[in-house]
């Protein structure tokens, strides 16, 4: 193989490692980020039951509401004087149940920055094979992409084995946690002292 030829076959490799590095991590962190959201989904949903059933004194006939009347219906209650039975815990669960739905909408958000993100990526490194002999014909370029490809082999890497592990570094951790508040059950136990 000759310096030109060398030249491109490494811009391919490296923008086929950039590629599958990408669509590794859109496919693995895309499914662990859509257990969380899932999770929270299913906590947001156990709010509004728990909300129901403490505002109708445990009528089962109002589990007809909609989320949005029975939102409105507790915060309605919750606003007025504080002699409503249950006042205090119904004030408890509205403020959870918007805890956990600003979480969704942040996590949801997250999720779609890093798709679109990943994805762009990868179209553009798919854009970069008929472009080959041009990119390996200037040394920068093939520089960039290679190193870019090299560090998103690593990154994924890296991120794959943190999440595997949990051991994801406790500044780190602790960040997610107070920003993020996308906790497993099980972390969410541990914190509350039940585990």
């Known amino acids: 193989m000759t310096g030109p030829d060398l030249a491109e076959t490494a811009v391919l490799y490296a923008l086929s490692a950039l590629a599958q590095s990408c669509a590794a991590l859109i496919a693995f962190l895309g499914a662990v980020a859509l257990?969380?959201?899932?999770?929270l989904t299913n906590e947001r949903v156990g709010l509004v039951d728990r909300m129901v059933m403490l505002w109708t004194g445990g009528d089962m006939i109002s589990r007809g509401y909609s989320e949005d009347q029975v939102v409105g219906g507790v915060a309605s209650a919750v606003a007025g004087p504080p002699n409503y039975p249950n006042h205090q815990r119904l004030s408890q669960l509205l403020q959870e149940y918007h805890d956990v739905l600003d979480e969704i909408r942040l996590a949801q958000w997250l999720l779609l920055r890093f798709l679109v993100v990943n994805i762009a990526v990868v179209f553009f490194s798919f854009l970069g094979f008929p472009l080959v002999r041009f990119l390996s014909a200037h040394p920068v370029t093939a520089t960039l992409i290679l190193a870019g490809s090299i560090g998103a082999v690593c990154l994924s890497t890296l991120v794959i084995v943190l999440e595997l592990t949990g051991s994801l570094p406790y500044c780190l951790r602790v960040r997610l946690e107070r920003h993020l508040k996308i906790l497993s059950p099980l972390e969410r136990l541990r914190?509350?002292?039940?585990?």
């Open 191 to 195: 914190n509350a002292g039940r585990c």
């Open 35 to 39: 257990y969380r959201l899932q999770n």
